[in-house]
T-cell receptor, first 110, second 114 residues
Framework: DAKTTQPPSMDCAEGRAANLPCNHS???????VYWYRQIHSQGPQYIIH???NNETNEMASLIITEDRKSSTLILPHATLRDTAVYYC???????????FGTGTRLTIIP | DAGVIQSPRHEVTEMGQEVTLRCKPI?????LFWYRQTMMRGLELLIY????????DSGMPEDRFSAKMPNASFSTLKIQPSEPRDSAVYFC????????????FGSGTRLTVV
C-alpha cells in the first residue's frame, strides 16, 4: 500500500472547520484513502473513505485531488470532542490489512 | 449492536504468567484483527482472520504469542509466558471481508506485565 505523510500536529479553534491534509503521492489506481481517528484511551474510529470522488457523511467530508496524490479531511464545525489523533491510510482493494502511521494530533482550542 | 467487545479492560500480571485476551466481534462480520499499541511503535497489526481462519500472522512478535478463533463470535490472544515488554494496549477489530468497509474497533485491553 502507498505510504502517507501527515503533519504531526495541528490546532483548530472550536466552531471552525478543521482541515487535515494527507499526502499519498505514490497511490495507485485501485487504492482507497481511509481516515480514522483515535480519541485518547479509546480504540480507533472509522470516519470516512474514498477512491477518487469527494465523499461526505455525518462526521466529515473527504476531498481527494484530481491526481489523487493528496486528500483533505474536513470536520466542518469542530468541537472539543474532535480532539484526537487522525490517521490517513491508503489501502488497496482486496487487501484486508490496515497499516497505521503516526497520524496528526488535532487539538481543538476553546 | 454492542460493537466489538473486549475483555478484560485492564490486566495486570506478573512476568512469566500466561495472559489471555478475549474478543467478541460484531455479529455478521467475517474478518477479525488483533492490534497492539505502544508509545514507541504505535498501532501494529499482529494477526487477522477471515471466516475464522488465520490469514496473516506476520505481525506476531514471537512464539510466545498465539491467537485462535474457534467460531465466528469469539477470538483469543494468548501470551505465554508474558514479559514486561508485552505491556501495551491490545485492540481487537472486526469488519466485513471487503476493502470497502471500515473496521470497528473494541475499547482495548490495557496489559501491564510487572
Amino acid at each position: 500500500d502507498a505510504k502517507t505523510t501527515q503533519p504531526p500536529s495541528m490546532d483548530c479553534a472550536e466552531g471552525r472547520a478543521a482541515n487535515l491534509p494527507c499526502n499519498h503521492s505514490t497511490i495507485s489506481g485501485n487504492e482507497y484513502v481511509y481516515w480514522y481517528r483515535q480519541i485518547h484511551s479509546q480504540g480507533p474510529q472509522y470516519i470516512i473513505h474514498g477512491l477518487k470522488n469527494n465523499e461526505t457523511n455525518e462526521m466529515a467530508s473527504l476531498i481527494i485531488t484530481e491526481d489523487r496524490k493528496s486528500s483533505t479531511l474536513i470536520l466542518p464545525h469542530a468541537t472539543l470532542r474532535d480532539t484526537a489523533v487522525y490517521y490517513c491510510i491508503v489501502r488497496g482493494f482486496g487487501n484486508e490489512k490496515l497499516t497505521f502511521g503516526t497520524g496528526t494530533r488535532l487539538t481543538i482550542i476553546p | 449492536d454492542a460493537g466489538v467487545i473486549q475483555s478484560p479492560r485492564h490486566e495486570v500480571t506478573e512476568m512469566g504468567q500466561e495472559v489471555t485476551l478475549r474478543c467478541k466481534p460484531i455479529s455478521g462480520h467475517n474478518s477479525l484483527f488483533w492490534y497492539r499499541q505502544t508509545m514507541m511503535r504505535g498501532l501494529e497489526l499482529l494477526i487477522y482472520f477471515n471466516n475464522n481462519v488465520p490469514i496473516d500472522d506476520s505481525g506476531m512478535p514471537e512464539d510466545r504469542f498465539s491467537a485462535k478463533m474457534p467460531n465466528a463470535s469469539f477470538s483469543t490472544l494468548k501470551i505465554q509466558p508474558s514479559e514486561p515488554r508485552d505491556s501495551a494496549v491490545y485492540f481487537c477489530a472486526s469488519s466485513l471481508m471487503a476493502a470497502n468497509y471500515g473496521y470497528t474497533f473494541g475499547s482495548g485491553t490495557r496489559l501491564t506485565v510487572v
